[in-house]
């Protein structure tokens, strides 16, 4: 089975950029904080920045999102021929973030096949979500994609290579590479040095990745004994994922007469990680509601799950006016906490209305559910070693279920792809 990752015509800022105002948080995180955005808008001044590339989902309902779009698609264009960018051809770059603790994790950029993708649960695709993916999610973010020339990736992708023969190799010899970049990133997100692979070393890449999905191997690994081999499992960014699939077959279908195997949106450009790397974590996303009668949401939540204060079952802290108390779901829906959890809150949400978001960090949630009519719930971390026999026998984990570091942890834009012939 050949591998759906492969090297990739990367785009990097020219040498002189100032790479800590280049490079800036994925556009998912700090969604209930706008202050965030516009300190960084304040870093970032004038200068070239990915910032004026992307679209931070807090701002997705503004009235004024489609002048947003316009003047981001306007500013690709004027990037390019301002010669911002330097092209580095069928490339992967080697690179390791620091991050605000002080933990090294390794990452490999390259684009990945979004013909070996297929994001509905139960696939058997070499590429799955680990998640549910929420399709309603995807045409704001359609829009961003369409009529862009060049793309930016949060996209991190998670292999299972517990011998470590994809990335490790490459630490160990970094020292020998070209060396692409090494700065500090903005708003406490510790540092990253990126390193230019060579052809010796992404053939083996190639091939080491070639080994991992060998059928009989992946089969005894996991003790199965059919065709479901999953090498490629969404680690952060997943609906951004689902958006350049969903862009690429529109693109298909609006072309029917056109070969575009060769199209530069059959790919996307992603970070794979091995998900035995030491520096990777598993974090429970929580959740906060909004716009709701606390009581009456404790009061069905109670009689639908069964909350008690005490004995066996499910646990989690539930957060009023920023006090938490411990509760226990008896009546289970869902293996996992979060599933039980996920399910009530969406028929709840349904049926009474309010608004829900997914919070990384429990003091955040804490401050925030001090303003009214909100309530929040702090979930259990996921073991990371579930993961993929979890996504291979059951489709997928409920959504937001877990994330992979704190917010400032996550994975800064700086490397782009063009995505247009």
């Known amino acids: ?12 800022p020219k040498e002189g950029t100032d790479m800590s105002k ?12 706008p202050e965030y955005w516009e300190k960084t808008a304040e870093i970032v001044g004038d200068a070239p920045s990915t ?10 309902e503004d009235e004024d999102v489609d002048a947003r779009l316009e003047k981001i698609h306007a500013s690709m264009k004027e990037y390019q021929e301002a010669g911002i960018f330097t092209e580095h051809k069928d490339s992967m770059i080697y690179m390791e973030r620091t991050d605000s603790t002080g933990k090294v994790r390794a990452g490999l950029i390259g684009k990945l096949d979004l013909e070996e ?3 509905q649960k139960g696939s058997k695709s070499q590429v799955r979500a680990t998640e549910a993916t929420v399709v309603e999610r995807i045409p704001p973010r359609i829009k961003v994609r369409k009529g862009a020339d060049v793309e930016l990736p949060h996209i991190m992708i998670l292999i299972d290579d517990d011998k470590k023969t994809v990335l490790e190799p490459l630490g160990e010899k970094k020292d020998s590479l070209e060396k692409a970049y090494d700065f500090t990133l903005m708003q406490g997100g510790g540092s990253v040095k990126g390193y230019l692979l060579g052809e010796e070393d992404k053939k083996a890449v190639d091939d080491a990745l070639t080994a991992l999905c060998d059928l009989d191997a992946f089969n005894a690994k ?14 952060d960014g997943n609906h951004s994922l689902a958006t350049a699939k969903e862009f690429y ?5 609006a072309n029917p007469d056109k070969d575009l195997s060769n199209h530069p949106a059959r790919y996307a450009l992603v970070e794979i990680v091995n998900l035995h790397s030491p520096a990777l974590e598993f974090e429970a996303i929580h959740r906060i509601l909004t716009d709701v009668d606390a009581d009456d949401l404790v009061a069905k939540m109670t009689d639908a799950l069964g909350i008690s204060k005490e004995g066996e079952g499910q646990k989690l802290l539930m957060v009023r006016e920023g006090k938490e108390e411990e509760i226990v779901i008896t009546k289970p829906c869902s293996k996992l906490t979060v599933g039980s959890l996920q399910s009530f809150l969406d028929s709840y949400l349904k049926e009474v209305g309010g608004k829900i978001d997914y919070i990384h960090g429990s003091d955040t949630l804490k401050n925030l559910t001090k303003q009214p009519n909100s309530i929040g719930f702090i979930l259990p971390d996921m073991g990371k070693e579930e993961l993929f026999p979890t996504v291979i026998c059951d489709g997928a984990l409920p959504r937001k279920t877990f994330s992979m570091g704190h917010a400032e942890d996550k994975r800064y834009y700086i490397e782009c792809r063009k995505i247009t012939e």
């Open 1 to 12: 089975m050949a591998t759906a990752f492969k090297s990739a015509d990367i785009l990097l």
């Open 22 to 33: 280049w490079a800036v948080i994925a556009c998912d995180q700090y969604t209930s904080e």
């Open 51 to 60: 910032l004026n590339l992307i679209l931070p989902e807090v701002y997705l």
């Open 117 to 119: 993708y297929n994001y």
């Open 222 to 235: 996991y003790g199965l004994e059919e065709e479901n081999v999953l090498l490629y499992a969404m680690g």
């Open 249 to 253: 077959e529109q693109l298909k279908a």
